[in-house]
């Protein structure tokens, strides 16, 4: 029987449950066993999708097209654990699945209700992962303990012991003990009180994971263990990290998570393995050079926004042993700035994915300055884009050419809307989403960097490159380097002389690790390297 572990909440959000839950499967998984990771959100959107960045931060799309939160970026970033659309469910999604079943007759004669009917459905999603190949499920719940959307998740897990038995189960509450300047000491009772809204529900944590600034020490921690009915070793300490998030899992090891996790679940595993961890963080620790790379973007001030940009810069970086300084300009800047000032000593620069017209202008005018001044481009998305309305209005001539999602009368619609696209009505999970195949030209850059010829990459968009255009690129010297298997779809550019201007219409942001970096991000931070070097 695959065994179970649930990661809660307390005090406030944001506390990184989806960080710790992504390094909890890390450490298993370098003991040999065989994880598979979950999160509910107990929001009522069915998905993200439809979601503003602002409040909740990139959309994380997964091969199978699902539309999840960005935790799950922690998760494939973390782990082996393979991802689908069971590994990401919301109240929405829960309830909708209940209602239809209602609809079809499945519950005739019974007054549905939330116990038993929606905390069934929520145990069979949990239940849903497990399975013989299967060691360990870890399933996150998204929000804090005491929200009033999350109870029934909250009934649900709590249910799931006495079904499957307790020693199959492990609950792990992630809290936080805050440092009062005024006082200047920690404060554990925010702590000891979430851990007794969670105990008031019917759920005794078996490990808290203790968030803090500062050295939790002995003496807290014990206090700690003492009130919320725990063992003094069940207390683990998760210090904010000087470096890098991809120090979490190396010391949750060195105060032996792994082996307590073990012995709670009567777990048989093989010795730790860290040894190529340890290796990434002292390289994370020790960078050899640095790059600066601009972001030009319309959701600059939300981090969370680019959530897996940002990840994968790093990467690419831990990979070159290079520190990627990433200077962070809101796209209307440019709108009003010259982007000669604004864009001054960076070494690499990259317009993401994003929806709407507002910074639209500001993102042509860094496009147009990187491939004018040979500073590497690199494109996503909506970056691809606007690359080609750049090329097409200031190289070929098409001096009113845009995109019809921001001109719909424009007479140069050299980005238009899907052709399957224009008669979906409904926004959600419509889109182009998911895993789709690619072939590249030979003897280009792109493919000299993937080094095949045939990939396979995450689509999430619905207007594409006209292809009614085509020639007119071609002859204007714009290689259209990557096709859909059709011949149809454009989906990726480059500019043959220039340093490095390569532009995508897929996320390849999504499949980038910290030890295995995205191919695409690996050449980007190589060409931002050289310029660097270059003008030092």
């Known amino acids: 029987m695959s065994k179970h572990i649930f990661v809660t909440g307390g005090v406030v959000s944001s506390l990184g449950k989806g960080l710790t839950s992504a390094s909890i499967g890390t450490i298993l998984e370098r003991r040999g066993l065989r994880v598979r990771m979950q999160k509910l959100d107990p929001y009522i959107n069915v998905d993200p999708g439809t979601m503003s960045p602002f409040q909740h931060g990139e959309v994380y799309v997964l091969d199978d097209g699902s539309e999840t939160d960005l935790d799950l970026g922690h998760y494939e970033r973390f782990t082996n654990s393979p991802l689908s659309r069971e590994s990401n469910y919301t109240s929405g999604r829960i309830y909708s699945r209940v209602i239809q079943k209602e609809r079809e007759g499945k519950y005739l004669g019974k007054t549905v209700q939330v116990v038993p009917h929606i905390t069934d459905e929520i145990k069979a999603a949990v239940r849903g992962l497990s399975g013989p190949d299967v060691d360990v499920v870890i399933t996150e719940l998204g929000g804090t303990v005491g929200d009033i ?32 300047k005024a006082a200047k000491e920690l404060k554990t009772k925010p702590t000891q009180h979430s851990v007794q809204q969670l105990r008031e529900i019917g759920i005794q944590p078996d490990i808290l994971i203790v968030r803090t600034e500062r050295e939790l020490g002995r003496e807290n921690a014990d206090k700690i263990a003492l009130f919320c009915n725990l063992e003094k070793r069940a207390v683990i300490e998760e210090k904010d990290k000087e470096f890098s998030i991809y120090e979490v899992p190396v010391g949750l090891v060195e105060y032996g998570l792994d082996k307590l996790i073990l012995e709670k679940l009567h777990l048989q595993a093989g010795p730790s393995a860290m040894e190529d961890w340890e290796d990434l963080v002292t390289r994370i620790k020790n960078p050899k050079h640095e790059v600066n790379i601009a972001v030009v973007g319309k959701y600059i001030e939300h981090r969370d926004a680019y959530k ?37 000593g960076i070494d690499g620069i990259l317009v993401p994915g994003g929806f709407g017209h507002r910074g639209i202008e500001g993102k042509i005018q860094a496009v147009r300055f990187a491939r004018e001044q040979n500073v590497p481009y690199f494109g996503i998305c909506l970056g691809m884009q606007v690359a080609v309305i750049e090329y097409a209005r200031h190289q070929i001539g098409l001096d009113d050419a845009n995109s019809t999602e921001f001109e719909g009368d424009t007479p140069h619609p050299v980005i238009c809307l899907l052709e399957e696209q224009r008669t979906v009505d409904s926004k959600g999970g419509t889109m182009r989403l998911g895993a789709q195949p690619c072939l590249l030209k030979e003897g280009s850059l792109i493919s000299a960097v993937y080094k095949r010829s ?83």
């Open 454 to 536: 045939e990939i396979s990459e995450r689509h999430r968009h619905r207007y594409e490159f006209n292809p009614e255009y085509r020639q007119r690129f071609e002859a204007g010297g714009l290689s259209l380097c990557g096709s859909s298997p059709s011949g149809k779809l454009v989906e990726a550019i480059e500019i043959p002389k220039h340093p490095w201007f390569v532009a995508v219409q897929f996320h390849p942001e999504f499949k980038s690790k910290p030890n295995r970096p995205h191919p695409l991000f690996y050449g980007f931070i190589e060409a931002a390297l050289k310029r660097h070097q270059s003008r030092m």
């Open 149 to 180: 959307e999350g109870l029934p998740f909250f009934e649900a897990i709590r249910q799931i012991p006495l079904d499957i038995g307790r020693e199959n189960c492990l609950f792990i509450h992630l809290t936080l003990v805050p440092y009062l």
């Open 308 to 344: 897996s940009i940002y990840e994968a810069l790093d990467h690419a970086g831990f990979a070159h042993s290079t520190r990627v300084i990433v200077k962070r300009i809101e796209a209307e800047l440019l709108e009003r700035q010259e982007a000669a000032s604004a864009l001054a």
